[in-house]
């Protein structure tokens, strides 16, 4: 970093108005090199999905100041989308000056983010600040920007539950795409195993299945309740080995399908990580009944239930 003060008013170069789908950021730095400072400007604009101006700043710009000195750098941000003004200094002078640049933009970023982030927890602050708000157009855009991603992509361990109190267990993947911060569709992919002890014999169940739900989110920053509705088919193989001479064995399989109906608990919905509980009910509209002779079918028909237990990454 350079000790002159020179002010380097770091804005946009492309040609063109930013787009009104992203935020408007304006990034001031003084006492850096220029060509530091508009490296730092090229990542920062990166990392928060922004627009530069190089306008005098309005309403609707998040303003950022970095001051460099000999052994650190002041952050200021004045933030109209919350109403608040955050600072933070950070040291540069022991990284490498290659490395000075991306630092730096980090962590102009990261201090842009955290002030963004309470428009996701507290859109609509009940207490006024003292200047007045940006264009609720302007608070969205800088919403969006830091919006967890719209796909959740998670691994479960399944437990599924036949009419004939039969329990099967298994797992696979689940895939859920955010439509709005509310409302989103889910589908998923499964498959479950059990060898079913009857007097006669053992039974082999074998039944993948996939399912698409549309659902809706509730809660609080920490635990996120999500109701959904949709259906699920799948396929059924039964495999029959008898338990002695006096028994034959045999296969069956068909496919199946009905309604299902999901309670998700998200905890920590925000973070990249986290973990995932779901309660299923549903129906088989129409299935397969194993029969077995001298004992209790196996019926993948009628009511059934889930409970699933895995991880997501957003």
Not at 61 to 88: F, H, W, Y
Not at 151 to 159: H, K, M, R, V, Y
Request: aromatic share 4%; glycine share 10%.
């Amino acid at each position: 970093m350079g000790s002159a003060l020179a002010l380097v008013l770091v804005g946009a170069q492309a040609s063109g108005a930013p787009s009104d789908e992203r935020p408007r950021v304006s990034i001031a730095v003084v006492g850096c090199a220029a060509d530091l400072a508009r490296e730092a400007q090229r990542i920062t604009a990166i990392e928060l999905r922004a627009a530069l101006v190089d306008t005098a700043p309005d309403q609707t710009t998040t303003q950022i100041t970095a001051t460099c000195n000999a052994e650190s750098v002041d952050l200021r941000v004045i933030d109209p989308t919350t109403g608040k003004s955050v600072e933070r200094s950070v040291a540069l002078a022991q990284a490498a000056p290659p490395a000075r640049a991306r630092l730096l933009a980090l962590a102009m970023a990261e201090l842009v983010a955290a002030s963004w982030a309470e428009l996701e927890d507290n859109p609509e602050p009940k207490v006024a600040p003292v200047t007045p708000l940006a264009p609720k157009k302007a608070r969205e855009a800088a919403r969006g920007a830091v919006a967890p991603m719209p796909i959740e992509l998670g691994a479960l361990a399944d437990a599924h539950l036949l009419a004939s109190r039969d329990l099967l267990l298994g797992g696979g993947a689940r895939a859920a795409i955010w439509i709005s911060p509310r409302l989103f569709m889910r589908f998923d992919a499964l498959v479950h195993y059990a060898e079913l002890s009857r007097p006669t014999g053992t039974i082999a169940l074998t039944m993948p299945s996939v399912s698409t739900a549309l659902g809706a989110s509730f809660g609080t920053a920490w635990l996120q309740p999500r109701l959904s509705i949709g259906a699920r088919a799948g396929y059924a193989w039964l495999s029959g080995v008898a338990g002695s001479s006096r028994s034959t064995g045999g296969q069956q399989q068909a496919p199946w399908a009905g309604p299902e109906l999901s309670l998700e608990l998200s905890a920590w919905p925000r973070a990249r990580v986290h973990p995932l509980l779901c309660f299923s009910v549903g129906a088989h509209i129409f299935g397969v009944r194993g029969m077995v002779n001298g004992g209790q079918d196996v019926t993948a028909t009628g009511l059934w239930g889930g409970l699933s237990l895995g991880a997501a990454i957003r």
